[in-house]
């Protein structure tokens, strides 16, 4: 997608930008921790599948349908890696794109997320062009469902036990939000 020559996305706090070898160890740091696995649906990758799945985050494809593109979130000040943020194309012809965040517990409460998120809608709305950005979450997740509401998505749905994991049922939230909605939110 040509969108993506527009990256590194920046902010005065924070660098979003496809993820390197170099990013491995912090990378690792977090996606080792039960508490991010908590709201994720599957248990903590062992050390192969983990290798897989940075190796798929080094990849900036967003042209097909399932593709995801993952930004590596950096901390300006400290050139730390403090999380993730995705846009996955969800419908190619209708211009719907999933977002989805994992940020490392110990840089919780200062807003990251919050920030790499709002960044991430300008670079799909603007650059990408698509029409509809959404995100579904766990409703028990206070954190992601802060961050969305902060950002002033719409909750479209509340789905009941529709998912399964480790033999729990659990709900999902749908929050979305539209281009249109997105530009007359500027002052965020």
Same mark, same amino acid.
């Given at each position: 997608m040509n969108a993506? *020559?527009?990256l590194p996305i920046i902010s005065e706090r924070l660098v979003l930008r496809p993820f390197e070898p170099s990013d491995r160890p912090d990378y690792d740091a977090y996606h080792t921790r039960p508490e991010v696995y908590r709201f994720l649906y599957t248990p903590v990758p062992e050390a192969d599948v983990r290798a897989e799945q940075f190796?798929?985050?080094m990849s900036t494809c967003l042209e097909e349908d399932g593709d995801t593109l993952r930004l590596a979130v *950096?901390?300006?000040d400290a050139s730390a890696l403090v999380g993730e943020v995705l846009l996955k194309m969800a419908n190619k012809a209708a211009l719907q794109e999933?977002?989805?965040y994992i940020f490392n517990p110990t840089y919780a409460g200062a807003g990251y997320a919050t920030e790499a998120v709002r960044m991430m809608l300008g670079f799909g709305f603007r650059?990408?062009?698509f029409h509809r950005i959404f995100a579904r979450l766990d409703p028990l997740n206070a954190g992601s469902v802060g961050v969305v509401e902060r950002l002033r998505f719409r909750r479209e749905a509340h789905l009941l036990q529709n998912d399964r994991f480790?033999?729990?049922?659990g709900d999902e939230f749908?929050?979305?939000m539209l281009k249109t909605e997105w530009e007359d939110r500027q002052g965020l």
């Open positions: 993506l *020559i527009c190796a798929a985050a *950096i901390r300006r999933e977002v989805g650059q990408c062009g480790d033999g729990t049922w749908i929050y979305a």
